[in-house]
Structures are given as structure tokens and as C-alpha cells.
């Protein structure tokens, strides 16, 4: 097992987080990092660093008007006369959440604030002076580690932080700025014609959805919470399930809240089944560990053992995997889950 993670990825410092109303404090952790690391370290794997590709190697996923804005963001804003501490929205724009629709023009005003609200989605997506960078830096170790599965290896982990699967072709949310696993399915696509994403989250990965959902080379599956009542809400239901040529190669697999192991395994069985028939030759799997039950803003019940269930699952279908970091915030289990996951998916 092959692991990147840069360690400018732990700059992103986000000081603000709104929620049901009231600003709390964040979830994304810096600390987050040093949990997951632990649990490669103690396993003897090393950490490499990702190498530099810059911005343009996340254009062919991003449309260059975000990308653009996510460079300039800090800067215009810690220019204004009076701000915050971060580059934080405070006005949304209507869009019509048609999914055929695939991205959204630029924002058609010049302000920082107009275009704070038209890029970033919610409000757990604040911009500090280091957030470009570390986003950045988690798209590169994305980048790194889909390299190793293109030459031929097996496995391959991305510490991605901050995480990317709630990132559109053109907006940020809930905690992501840029989709790294999209990222990396767009470059093993120059190596395998049929590439599948499995997002393990409590949360649907709506971002990851958005960006295939007109494709019919990348297969994108997403179990998580039941979003009638939980976050992302609006996307991640049943009948999603793609449109144009990518008809059919979404699967959206929703689980009750207080679902435990036992659900996310047959949950996982009915994935990889799809996967099978998909015929995929590499899979990716976004992997996030606040479905567990003490996840501070998850709704399941899953223990640190289910996430070796996971893992051994993932292992019998036998395919090239790579695995890229997405959620999970109960800072004393998460390195746990990681540690357990790993040791599921060696056997
Ligand atoms: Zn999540």
C-alpha cells in the first residue's frame, strides 16, 4: 500500500462553521491529519508527498471560472474595506438544481461577494489565507496516488484533506473546495476506458454525482444517510440515476438514519454488484468515516470494525482500488476506522 499526503494540506484552518442557525465551531480539523496518519504509521506504511501539478491538471474536471475564483478569493477579499476573517457568502443565487444542466455560466458580477456566494454553496465552506493551497495540495495527492494504479499497482491511499466530494464542476460546499475524487477518475481515465466510484460517506456525494452524471465511462455510486433529512438534502435520492448517455450509471443507495453495520454491508454488496456488471477495471473509493456512531454530525450507527467489513468487501471484488479521503469527524475514532479499513482491504 502506497499513501500520499502533503503536509501544507493541514493549513486550511477553517474558523467558522454555520449550524441550524447558529455559528459553531468547525469540524474539519487540522487535527483531523494527525489521526489518519497515525493510523498509516502504525501500520508501517510510508507517507509520500504528492508532486506539484498545478491548477491546470483540475481543469479538465473544474471549469476555469471556479478554479479562477478559488486562486483569487483571500486576496480580493482581504482587500475589501471591511471583512471577516474568512472569505465567507452572504448572499445565494438562485439556481434551479436541474442536474441536465452540467455547470453554471460565470458569475456574472465583478464583486468578491457576489462571487463568494455564486462559487461557495453553503456555509461550511469558509476561505482562508491557506485554503486554495490546501485544496490544491489534496487534489495533487489525489493525482499521486491514481499515478500508482496507472502503473499497474494494486492499492494506493490519498490523504485528501480538505475533502472533495460535495464539489460541483463549479461550486465548493459542505467542508470541499475541489472534488479529488473526480480528479482522479478524469486521469485514470487516460488509462482505463471504464472507471468506477464507490463514495462510502454519511453524506451523498452530490459533487462526484454532478460531474459524471451525463457520462457513461465513469460509474458513480454513493451509499450515505437518507437525505430527506440530512446534508446535502436536495441530491442523493433513488431515482437519481443519470441522464443522456450517463442513464443508468448513477446508483444512489440510501440508508436509514441509526442504520448500523448490517445495512452498509448489504448496502456495499448491491454497489459492487453494479461494479461487476459495469464491468469497471479500477475503483475508486471515496471513503469517509462519519457514518460511524459517534460522528459529532452523523446520523448511522456504524462501529470501527464495519469499516473492516468494508474493506474486506472491497477486497473480494478484486479490482485496482484506490482509496481517497473524504469526511469523518469524532477525532478520536477516525484513525481507527481508517486502521480498520486497511486491514479489512489487506486480507
Ligand atoms: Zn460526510
Not at 174 to 187: D, E, R, S, V
Request: proline fraction near 7%; aromatic fraction near 10%; hydrophobic fraction near 40%.
Amino acid at each position: 500500500m502506497r499513501a500520499f499526503y502533503h503536509p501544507d494540506q493541514a493549513l486550511h484552518d477553517p474558523q467558522q462553521y454555520m449550524q441550524i442557525g447558529r455559528v459553531v465551531a468547525p469540524k474539519d480539523l487540522p487535527v483531523r491529519t494527525e489521526k489518519l496518519i497515525g493510523a498509516l504509521t502504525a501500520r508501517d506504511i510510508a507517507i509520500e508527498q504528492p508532486h506539484e501539478v498545478g491548477p491546470d491538471a483540475i481543469r479538465a474536471v473544474h471549469a476555469p471560472y471556479y478554479i479562477d475564483f478559488l486562486m483569487s478569493a483571500w486576496d480580493r477579499w482581504s482587500a475589501l474595506p471591511v471583512h471577516g476573517v474568512e472569505v465567507w457568502p452572504n448572499t445565494f443565487p438562485y439556481w434551479n438544481g436541474r442536474p441536465e444542466e452540467a455547470a453554471r455560466p460565470p458569475c456574472p458580477a465583478d464583486s468578491i461577494i457576489a462571487q463568494t456566494g455564486w462559487y461557495l454553496g453553503d456555509l461550511s465552506v469558509p476561505m482562508g489565507p491557506h485554503t486554495w493551497l490546501s485544496a490544491l495540495r489534496a487534489a495533487e495527492t489525489a493525482i499521486s496516488a491514481a499515478e500508482v494504479i496507472a502503473r499497474g499497482g494494486r492499492s494506493a491511499y490519498a490523504l485528501c484533506r480538505p475533502s472533495g466530494h460535495h464539489t460541483r464542476s463549479d461550486r465548493g460546499s459542505g467542508f470541499c473546495y475541489l472534488n479529488n475524487a473526480a480528479i482522479a477518475a478524469q486521469h485514470l481515465r487516460n488509462t482505463f476506458p471504464r472507471v468506477a466510484i464507490l463514495d462510502v460517506d454519511a453524506h451523498h456525494g452530490d459533487g462526484t454525482q454532478q460531474i459524471f452524471y451525463h457520462r457513461a465511462d465513469v460509474l458513480t455510486i454513493s451509499v450515505h444517510a437518507d437525505p430527506l433529512n440530512y446534508y446535502p438534502f436536495f441530491t442523493g435520492y433513488a431515482h437519481e440515476t443519470g441522464l443522456g448517455d450517463g442513464a443508468y450509471f448513477n446508483l444512489n443507495l440510501p440508508l436509514q438514519p441509526g442504520s448500523t453495520g448490517d445495512a452498509m454491508a448489504t448496502a456495499i454488496d448491491v454497489a459492487l454488484e453494479r461494479i461487476r456488471a459495469f464491468d469497471a477495471q479500477v475503483l475508486i473509493v471515496a471513503l469517509g468515516y462519519d457514518a460511524h456512531r459517534l460522528d459529532p454530525i452523523g446520523v448511522l450507527k456504524l462501529e470501527v470494525e464495519d469499516f473492516g467489513k468494508i474493506g474486506a468487501q472491497i477486497r473480494a471484488a478484486g479490482l485496482p482500488t484506490l482509496i481517497v479521503q473524504e469526511g469523518g469527524y469524532a477525532i478520536d475514532v477516525i484513525g481507527d476506522c481508517l486502521g480498520a479499513f486497511l486491514d479489512g482491504l489487506g486480507g
